[in-house]
């Protein structure tokens, strides 16, 4: 909607409070507990993007990478240039993601998370 009303694509980002405490509502609204919000919408609304709305792959990622490292000052994120952090996804050609990398460590292999926790990079 925001790209149809005239919105730069480069000053759009999507953000989430993944991990935060959410209302778990009644079908009346009413609040019946709490739950903890989903990690993975953004990479899940950036897949429908491409996938249902036709947004070219390079455009739909900047929203979750370079946009949204420029518009924080992250000069060392949201790319992959000489410098940078080495963080590094991988998606197989149906958009899943298969192997990551930050800081230039394999955290995810064959859509197998193989380091949990945190993780010291000796520099």
């Known amino acids: 909607m925001a790209l149809e009303n005239g919105a730069p694509l480069e000053n759009i ?6 991990h935060a405490g ?7 609204g009413g609040i019946i507990g709490a739950k903890v919000a989903p990690i993975d919408q953004n990479l899940y609304q950036v897949v429908q993007l491409i996938q249902k709305g036709g947004l070219p ?3 739909a990622f900047q929203l979750i990478t370079s946009n ?3 518009n924080l000052g992250l000069q060392q994120k949201g790319k992959i240039a000489v410098g940078c952090d080495a ?3 991988v998606f197989n050609t ?4 298969t192997n990551v990398f930050a800081m230039g460590k394999q955290l995810m ?3 197998q998370i193989i380091v949990k926790g945190t993780f010291e990079i000796s520099s």
């Open 68 to 70: 949204p490292a420029k």
């Open 109 to 111: 292999q064959n859509k």
């Open 13 to 18: 980002t999507f953000s989430t409070d993944g």
């Open 94 to 97: 149906d958009l899943e993601l």
């Open 22 to 28: 959410l209302r778990k509502t009644n079908e009346n």
């Open 87 to 89: 963080d590094f996804c």
């Open 57 to 59: 792959i390079e455009k």
